[in-house]
């Protein structure tokens, strides 16, 4: 039986981009507390917090220097403490990142680390000599050829010592050495830490590339990041995560959330990870319905083909149906904004946005709901590189054009794939700067703010706003929803997104139009006297409009 978090849905907040109290142009954590009510009003049950730590910022905060406090720019820890009191108050639940794949080099731990080869946390993070043979520092003589996913190698040569220690993301982000038990217990620890204070749960970054594959060796991954079949879902990660589900969470009565933020993760391997009877997490996010609209390197972007989606969930939830977990989510802070890249921002923008809600939230697994996505902001029309904040986008910017790309193509990928699509300021109303801040915005805000924005959608009541209001009300009022089990129907419409779940002798049908032109589900006689719960188009006929959706219930 599923847990808790079957019934509920969290909401992502990216708080640099949420709301400004202070004026600097950057979202802080009193801005939070100045949204909690909105949040509750929306009826969400728990609050996902992007990294509020203190942080150089190389990578807007998954680069952390201390992992016990919040960060002077965010706010502190008495302010901390505040908004998760409101949001206990308010029935809801406040979720941290967890970032321990790495730290920022300027993280005490790194600091001590790289002070040379005898120091007492030499072995925290992953140091190595030059290839053998090799002069350090000359190109090609890293210790193994992984890449980045920020572009170049995965090392860095430390002059001082001569050695290079390992990076996966920003030579900022130096990798911990999680086959040391110290390093492992300190996480725990600083995890016990955030539980005493009353938080409930962590969404953890990049956890399945924790365990290396040892010894070290050349990858040979085709793709964009060499070496990846070293690092995602390595030899020890299971082991990793049982012994830090039973070192913090053993003894504890609550109800916590934990899900695993695991990019190249199959069926197969979140089977494991899900298991509740292993004892690791409760759910991870799955990158396979993220990576259909791209070949190759996510800058390639090739248009979504819906029966490749569907196959991809319809795929998930087969292998998740009697054991583990779904997440289910179409945006976060590194993804395009949904309703531009699989609906139609145009014409149908409102339509299209609630007919993808629709889809995501009846699956059988918990919904995340990502800061905007509820009133269905869009993607940003970014025009050229100075527009770009993003430490991937820079990077992959400078690569591509260093290696011949035109720049435009390369601004253009952007445009369509660029995780800062998902970091302009929310759109809270139609004031200057949309009501993020009374200064400058760190990224700029989307001109469309005067027409997309919150309190346009609260006060409209076809809103995109109150659909998610109503999927998620609806999620805690059928047990069907969180519960039922799923079935695929017309798996082979080209424009049709159907399925069917079942609880006892209640049974929900989902019929979505995912095309802007009409579609014929055909005839559905046993459904013909069915209960509409949610539409977005009233009055629907037989034949579906462009991008309507239903939800209909019928007793068995
Ligand atoms: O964003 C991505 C694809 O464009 C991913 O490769 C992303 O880097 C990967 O999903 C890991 O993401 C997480 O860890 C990164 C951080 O930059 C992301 O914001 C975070 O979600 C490093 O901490």
Not at 153 to 182: C, I, M, R, V
Not at 350 to 355: D, E, I, L, N, V
Not at 420 to 434: G, S
Not at 454 to 481: G, N, Q, W
């Amino acid at each position: 039986q599923p847990g808790w978090f079957a019934d509920a849905v969290v909401y992502q907040i990216y708080p640099r981009s949420f709301a400004d109290s202070d004026g600097d142009g950057i979202g802080d954590l009193r801005g939070v507390i100045g949204k909690v009510d909105y949040l509750a009003d929306l009826g969400v049950d728990v609050i996902w917090l992007s990294p509020v730590y203190p942080s150089p910022q190389d990578d807007n905060g998954y680069d952390i220097s201390n992992y016990r406090d919040i960060a002077p720019v965010f706010g502190s820890l008495d302010i901390f403490d505040e908004l998760l009191g409101r949001v206990h108050a308010r029935g809801m639940k406040l979720v941290m990142d967890l970032v321990v794949n790495h730290t920022s080099d300027e993280h005490s731990w790194f600091v001590e680390s790289s002070s040379g080869p005898d120091s007492a946390k030499r072995d925290w993070y992953i140091w190595r000599p030059a290839r053998s043979g090799m002069t350090a520092g000359v190109p090609g003589a890293e210790p193994t050829n992984w890449t980045s996913f920020f572009s170049g190698p995965a090392w860095q040569l430390d002059e001082a010592t001569g050695e290079y220690y390992l990076h996966l993301f920003s030579p900022k982000q130096p990798d911990l050495n999680w086959e040391n038990p110290d390093v492992r217990s300190a996480v725990h620890e600083m995890m016990r830490w955030w539980l005493d204070r009353g938080v409930d749960g962590f969404r953890m970054d990049v956890i399945n590339m924790i365990s290396k594959t040892l010894p070290l060796t050349d990858g040979s991954t085709v793709g964009s990041v060499i070496g990846s079949e070293q690092f995602l879902n390595g030899p020890r990660v299971h082991e990793y995560l049982a012994e830090m589900h039973r070192e913090v969470f053993a003894g504890r009565t609550g109800r916590y959330l934990t899900v695993g933020e695991t990019p190249g993760v199959t069926v197969d391997d979140a089977r494991l990870y899900t298991d509740p009877a292993r004892g690791e997490v409760d759910m991870v996010f799955q990158f396979d319905h993220v990576d259909l609209d791209h070949d190759g390197s996510k800058w390639e972007h090739i248009p979504l083909r819906l029966l490749d989606l569907k196959a991809c969930f319809g795929r998930w939830q087969a292998g998740l149906a009697d054991l583990g977990w779904n997440s289910l989510y179409w945006n976060n802070h590194d993804q395009p904004r949904v309703v531009s890249r699989f609906g139609d921002d145009g014409q149908h923008r409102a339509r299209s946005a609630k007919a993808l809600a629709t889809v995501l939230h009846l699956h059988r697994g918990t919904p995340y709901v990502y800061q905007g996505e509820e009133f269905g902001m869009t993607n940003f029309p970014f025009a050229s590189i100075e527009d770009f904040q993003d430490i991937e986008s820079i990077n992959h910017y400078r690569q591509a054009v260093a290696g011949g790309q035109d720049p435009a193509a390369a601004i253009a990928a952007m445009r369509i794939a660029g995780r800062d699509n998902a970091r302009t300021p929310v759109q809270w109303d139609a004031t200057p700067q949309a009501g993020f801040t009374t200064g400058t915005p760190w990224l700029a805000v989307n001109p469309n703010y005067v027409e997309i924005n919150a309190a346009a959608a609260l006060a409209d009541p076809d809103s995109v706003l109150h659909h998610y209001r109503k999927l998620i009300a609806l999620r805690h009022l059928e047990p069907t929803v969180g519960r039922g089990d799923f079935t695929m129907v017309l798996p082979h419409d080209e424009q049709i997104y159907a399925f069917t779940r079942r609880l006892g002798h209640t049974e929900l049908l989902v019929l979505a139009n995912l095309s802007g032109e009409p579609a014929d589900p055909g005839p559905l006689p046993e459904w013909a006297a069915a209960e509409i719960l949610l539409t977005n188009v009233p009055d629907g006929a037989a034949v579906l409009l462009p991008w309507e959706a239903r939800i209909l219930r019928r007793s068995l």
